[in-house]
């Protein structure tokens, strides 16, 4: 064992103590949602989905400790599978893929937000839904637009230069969007 091995655990140690310590706070705090809008399989489904992305057969397996080709393991898997449609219909929870049929899930990071807050933990960054920086960068698109549509009788270099910084400005105003909806949906 070298000694970058032993750093490497001890960091591995103290991260795994910080995430099983917030593991119990936010077990609390999910009492408290029980209280206000979640019923006990939701929290369930949420507390599993702190460890990370599951399918619902996972979930199934995890909450009721039976796996697939057991009995009543079709009626755990609708159950699940109703309440994740409900936590995703909160904005709590969201499928890491389109398509298919075994769709692993994940906390959304409005979800993530609003477990610290009961906690009384302001996340470090704050929710919005388009990130700040991206206005600019949308109003340049729109600008350039208007621009480029009013130069293009005008000499064929300078409405090259603006229609060529419209598309380029554009594309990333794009990507920005594709990248604002990904993390909504």
Request: glycine residues 6%; proline residues 3%; positive net charge.
């Amino acid at each position: 064992m070298s000694v970058h091995d032993g750093i490497v655990d001890r960091d591995r140690a103290g991260a795994e103590q910080s995430l099983s310590h917030l593991r119990s706070r936010l077990r609390r705090s999910m009492k408290e949602l029980a209280r206000s809008e979640f019923n006990l399989l939701q929290i369930e489904i949420v507390e599993e989905l702190l460890s990370g992305r599951r399918t619902v057969a996972e979930l199934v397996e995890a909450i009721y400790s039976i796996s697939r080709g057991h009995e009543g393991f079709a009626t755990h898997y609708s159950r699940v599978r109703r309440e994740i449609r409900q936590l995703e219909s909160k904005g709590f929870v969201v499928p890491r893929k389109l398509f298919g049929r075994d769709k692993p899930y994940a906390l959304t990071q409005l979800a993530v937000a609003k477990l610290t807050r009961i906690e009384g933990v302001e996340p470090g960054q704050s929710q919005h839904v388009v990130p700040r920086m991206d206005y600019p960068v949308y109003l340049g698109a729109i600008l350039l637009w208007i621009v480029a549509s009013t130069v293009l009788g005008a000499s064929e270099h300078v409405s090259t230069i603006v229609v060529a910084a419209f598309f380029f400005t554009s594309g990333i105003a794009f990507c920005r969007f594709l990248q604002t909806v990904r993390r909504v949906i």
